[in-house]
């Protein structure tokens, strides 16, 4: 049986996720990605019951419905092109979305806000910025650098998203700023 699992981010997500399924409810399990989890049991309420239950003590929830896994696809697939360099993206993000989940990108998009209350853009915009945040922490490499590793044009677009996001220039947040986690955002 196969579990969507919504708000899993990372691999420690994925471990945490196999750890809740495997020792904690003694389920064996098949395969754990991010977002699903394979596990060898049918769906009976009462099982579905305690495995809702045990996630949602970790900080995870089950997907329930079609849109909510369409949403959170979308969600894994923006996660991942943050994480890759800007010269490793393929194509737009329109482009991107809708390929990689066959329906137009209007009605991606359509369902995401209905979902989120926020559009992909505006989503896609803080993962950059929280990427841009842990790359400034880092302190390794310039804002130049930054700005081309995070897809921005220029210094000066990056430093207007930035401020505009979290009200500080990113030297300013450098100094004193603080991340947020994935799912926080």
Not at 2 to 28: P, S, Y
Not at 97 to 102: A, D, I, P, R, V
């Amino acid at each position: 049986m196969k579990l969507m699992i919504k708000n899993m981010v990372c691999r420690h997500c994925m471990h945490t996720v196999h750890h809740v399924l495997a020792d904690m409810l003694g389920l064996k399990v098949v395969a754990v990605e991010l977002g699903m989890a394979e596990i060898e049991s049918d769906a009976t309420p009462g099982l579905m019951d305690r495995i809702e239950k045990a996630l949602t003590d970790e900080g995870f929830e089950l997907i329930q419905t079609r849109e909510a896994e369409i949403v959170e696809s979308v969600k894994h697939t923006l996660i991942e092109l943050v994480r890759s360099d800007a010269g490793e993206r393929p194509g737009n993000l329109a482009d991107v979305l809708s390929c990689g989940h066959n329906l137009s990108y209007a009605s991606i998009s359509r369902l995401f806000s209905s979902v989120e209350g926020r559009t992909i853009e505006s989503y896609y915009m803080a993962l950059r910025i929280e990427r841009v945040k842990e790359l400034v922490k880092y302190g390794r490499m310039s804002l130049s650098e930054i700005a081309y590793v995070t897809g921005f044009s220029s210094v000066a677009h990056l430093s207007r998203q930035f401020k505009q996001l979290t009200g500080m220039t990113p030297t300013q947040f450098r100094d004193m700023g603080r991340r947020r986690s994935l799912p926080e955002i």
